[in-house]
């Protein structure tokens, strides 16, 4: 059996550990219930691959996108190690073949998405293989207080009670000192260890720049800054805009959403991974198990919901410890218009009942009608008819479902998608020919725009025929035809969407409604918007400061090279001889931790009090005693 360093050596080709790293292992190989909380870029995987090969044995690794899967899968193998993932899409015979591989093949990490552990048929197969270790990657998840919350992750403690003996390890970038409270809770770790990196980057310079012209400064700081970048934008039609924008001025980029097949996803990542596009823009479908360390540059256009998402995706740039920056672009409106659009993404009660009430006109139905029927519901025409925002009705929808009121089919969650496989002028000659199509050509130009050239978009037939005002069905012929003559690519719902009741109808002012959960949770994500909001609109403290006292790490000294710190640089540069009097007059009166000598400096002079501090460690005039306190030479 090899040691740590001899399995982190031989697969990975490493001498030594990083920081922390190396106890993370050593207390998961004791049988420890561990919770690493590493930076992004830090090295998390490694906490839990390197003991899960001295272990032998499989490793179950949870984990909550088929990107990250595939990524950390794909790099195993290179290194020899046998890995395999299962996730929606595969084919169920391929899903068969690699289950039996982990049982009967020398697999050593099996990966799975939360969903996945309550399958009948993993759960069968699972207890055939000799698992030795549970590994639950972007645990943050498991929180109702984390920025990506999946309730299918609150079953990975009952999923481990079926392996007696075998202990769970639990890996994040982003967790606030509440999630972690929650993390170990949730998974019912028993004897917990936690081990926690300081999330600073040193190399990493936050910027916030107040702009009219959002493209335009972008194209100056790509202008001025080389290397490689990622622009996130909020939606897909500003991905195509923004590249667009950026190629007619000479700039190399390519535009990336969740819209995309999967191919041209893939493509458009390896070419940008291999530097033959410099600028990648997209939304926050990209980055995630991306590992790419010399991104120079993350420029954010939109203001991410919360700041452990904004952390995590600006995390991105400098892995290689090289100098980058992470920038927001930022207009006077952009903070209120987050936190409206997140208000309007977790409702009130109030509204979740009035919804439960428009369903109950919407199909006509009497109080005390039994539950279990189903009927057809298009959301297009149901939000149509009682004028509700389409975006707020359907996450109230989403909470009735999650209460157990009504039941979506899945119909509902892949509805028909269109897009045009002519460019512009090819279609014109098109319609130009065959006017009996072209009424059907011009309404969905007009109702859903130029994304179609871009992605395949969400339609509604039924939004077609209303604005065409004719049946749903000719809307359907129509567009097979333009499918089959390779005009639009027309993927239609398999089946109509329903929506069933599955309890007897009742007055929506009774719903057993949790509201204590739903009030929790709207303020929680109300609250993480609020923060980001005010972390771009502060003016008076180090950037890295504030997102660091945000995960707990209040005592953290001032970056030196954020917007903040490099205006302060420039206004207000002190003697050097008169700071370093400073620090020697301080620990003249006792030693002091540095973060101890930090708090008393104001931050506008932390930068160049670091700077001074190091060159008396370098003359050693001052040190560092066995505890770790600055202290002065004698003599």
Known sequence: MYSPKEILKKYWGYDAFRPLQEDIVNATLKGEDVLALLPTGGGKSICFQVPALCKGGVCIVVSPLIALMKDQVEQLQKRGIKAVALYSGMHPKQIDIALDNAIYGNISFVYVSPERLQTELFIERVQKMNVS?????????????????????????????????????????????????????????????????????????????????????????LTKTKGSAVVYARNRKHTKEIAQFLIEHQ????????????????????????????????????????????????????????????????????????????????????PETLIEKSKKSYPEVTYIRHIYQCLINYFQLAFGSSGGRSYDFEIFAFTSRFNLDMVEAFRALKLLEETGYIMLSDAYYHPSVLHCSMNQSELYKFQVANANLDPYIKAVLRLYGGALYSHFVTI??????????????????????????????????????????????????TLGLDQKRIEERRDVIITKAKAMAEYVSSTNRCRSRLLLAYFGEEDSPACGVCDYCDELRRNSQLDENVVADAIIKLLHQRPMLPSQLFLIIPDKNHWQYEQVLKNLLDEEKVYLDGHGKLALKAG
């Not at 530097?275 to 823009?281: S, T």
């Not at 590992?291 to 998402?309: N, Q, Y």
């Not at 005009?487 to 109808?505: D, G, H, N, R, W």
């Open 133 to 221: 270790l549970i590994a639950v990657d972007e645990a943050h998840c498991i929180s109702q207080w984390g920025y990506d919350f999946r309730p299918p992750y609150l079953e990975i403690a009952a999923f481990r009670e079926q392996f007696e003996g075998v202990n769970m390890i639990a890996v994040t970038a982003t967790a606030t000192p509440e999630v972690q409270v929650d993390i170990i809770d949730k998974l019912k770790f028993n004897t917990p260890s936690k081990f926690q990196k300081s999330f600073a980057r040193e190399n990493l310079a936050y910027v916030v720049r107040h702009v009219e012209h959002k493209k335009s400064k972008l194209l100056e700081i």
């Open 251 to 334: 700039i190399s980029a390519d535009y990336y959403h969740a819209g995309l097949s999967s191919d041209n996803r893939t493509q458009k990542q390896a070419r940008w991974i291999k530097n033959e596009v410099r600028v990648i823009v997209a939304t926050n479908a990209f980055g995630m198990g991306i590992d790419k360390p010399d991104v120079r540059l993350v420029v954010h256009m939109d203001l991410p919901d919360s700041i452990e998402a904004y952390f995590q995706e600006a995390g991105r740039a400098g892995r290689d410890l090289r100098k980058a920056y992470a920038v927001i672009l930022l207009q006077p409106s952009d």
């Open 460 to 509: 509604s037939e039924k939004k077609i025929a209303n604005y065409l005002e004719i049946e749903e069905n000719d809307v359907a012929i129509a567009l097979n035809k333009l499918n089959i003559q390779g005009v639009m690519a027309y993927k239609p719902q398999a089946t109509k969407p329903q929506l069933s009741f599955t309890l007897p109808i009742q007055k929506a002012s």
